[in-house]
């Protein structure tokens, strides 16, 4: 089994739904993240939690909001979806005492349309 | 200007050529750098640590220029399954946050 999960994998929605994309990890990692993916501009960082009750906007955090529910979940939120947030969306978790420090894990990605 | 650049390419190689990618980043403050293989539309995978040495692991070797501020990747008798996008990652001392670059393109062919 995945270590890294992220549900729904593919989604349509509509301009001005709210959606939730879900991640849940098995790695017993605190830190986790959330990225999106854009052709040509790479993976940017949307939020990022270092504990249940730790919760920080990473550079592109506007029309998004997160929820840490336990140290396995970490949820990305769009309270009304616009077409510009349609990109591939990664949920990442990490161990700063890792064998390779802060290595990042990936989940396999959300593909999210906004139409 | 983004902190981490690198070539989008494609580069396009045939099996066996050696190719190497560079990849400048502008926060002098990085100590750590990273890079990371991405499969089309898959999720990037951490491929080397890349240390102030230099490290190689099979084929793949890394360099670390601080002076000059680049990190390379070298890959040696490329395979078909080479093919991939590799990300450029750095971290800066004291930052649990990578910043990732756009990516370098490499396709092998037959």
């Known amino acids: 089994d995945a270590d890294v999960t992220q549900t729904p994998r593919n989604r349509i929605t509509k301009t001005g739904k709210r959606i939730m994309l879900e991640c849940s990890q098995t790695k017993g990692h605190d830190r986790m993240y959330w990225y999106r993916q854009d052709p040509g501009l790479g993976l940017r960082l949307i939020y990022y939690?270092?504990?249940?009750?730790?919760?920080n906007k990473g550079e592109i955090s506007d029309g998004y909001s997160v929820s840490r529910q336990a140290q396995a979940k970490f949820s990305l939120s769009l309270e009304s979806a616009i077409p510009n947030q349609t990109a591939l969306y990664f949920c990442?978790?990490?161990?700063?005492?890792?064998?390779?420090?802060?290595?990042?894990?990936f989940g396999p990605g959300t593909r999210l349309t906004v139409t | 200007r983004k902190e981490v650049e690198q070539d989008p390419g494609p580069f396009n190689v045939p099996e066996g050529a050696t190719v190497a990618f560079n990849c400048t980043y502008s926060?002098?403050?990085?100590?750590?750098f990273f890079w990371y293989r991405q499969d089309c539309r898959k999720e990037p995978k951490l491929l080397m640590s890349v240390y102030s040495s230099g490290n190689e692991d099979g084929r793949f070797t890394a360099q670390l220029n601080r002076a000059s501020q680049y990190i390379s990747l070298l890959i040696r008798d490329s395979k078909l399954s080479d093919s991939a996008t590799y990300l450029c990652v750095t971290r800066s001392g004291g930052s649990y946050i990578p910043t990732f670059g756009r990516g370098t393109s490499l396709i092998v062919h037959p």
């Open positions: 990442a978790t990490s161990d700063p005492l890792g064998g390779v420090a802060n290595e990042q894990y």
């Open positions: 939690s270092f504990d249940v009750k730790d919760i």
């Open positions: 926060n002098s403050a990085s100590q750590s």
